[in-house]
Nanobody
Framework: QVQLVESGGGLVQAGGSLRLSCADS????????MGWFRQPPGKEREFVAA????????YYADFVKGRFAISRDNAKNTVYLQMNTLKPEDTAVYYC?????????????????WGQGTQVTVSS
């Protein structure tokens, strides 16, 4: 059973940094591609970043390239999202997600497991 739990959200000033973590209590974490999505207030959930099961391939939405970095530690069953140079428009609930088969994807419908989300608020 996969159970994803995010942490690390909070309130930060524009230009600041946060690191989100997503831990999986299951035994098969290393088999899954993982993704981060976010849902800004009043908007649809959108893709942020994804990483292959080995960590060798990463993918990013254009609006976070150069500012955010996704990584994973399979020994700790954890995926991370390092967020730098945060902007007020990055304010959202951030979700991690696990994809059982194949390569990482930017489509939320491809993911099988979801965490409960963690709030990130960036003040101007």
């Amino acid at each position: 059973q996969v159970q994803l739990v995010e942490s690390g959200g909070g309130l930060v000033q524009a230009g600041g940094s946060l690191r989100l973590s997503c831990a999986d209590s299951g035994r098969t974490f290393s088999f899954y591609a993982m993704g981060w999505f976010r849902q800004p207030p009043g908007k649809e959930r959108e893709f942020v970043a994804a990483i292959s099961w080995s960590g060798g391939s990463t993918y990013y939405a254009d609006f976070v390239k150069g500012r955010f970095a996704i990584s994973r530690d399979n020994a700790k069953n954890t995926v991370y999202l390092q967020m730098n140079t945060l902007k007020p428009e990055d304010t959202a609930v951030y979700y991690c997600a696990g994809k059982m088969w194949g390569r990482p994807s930017g489509s939320k419908s491809d993911y099988n497991y979801w965490g409960q989300g963690t709030q990130v608020t960036v003040s101007s």
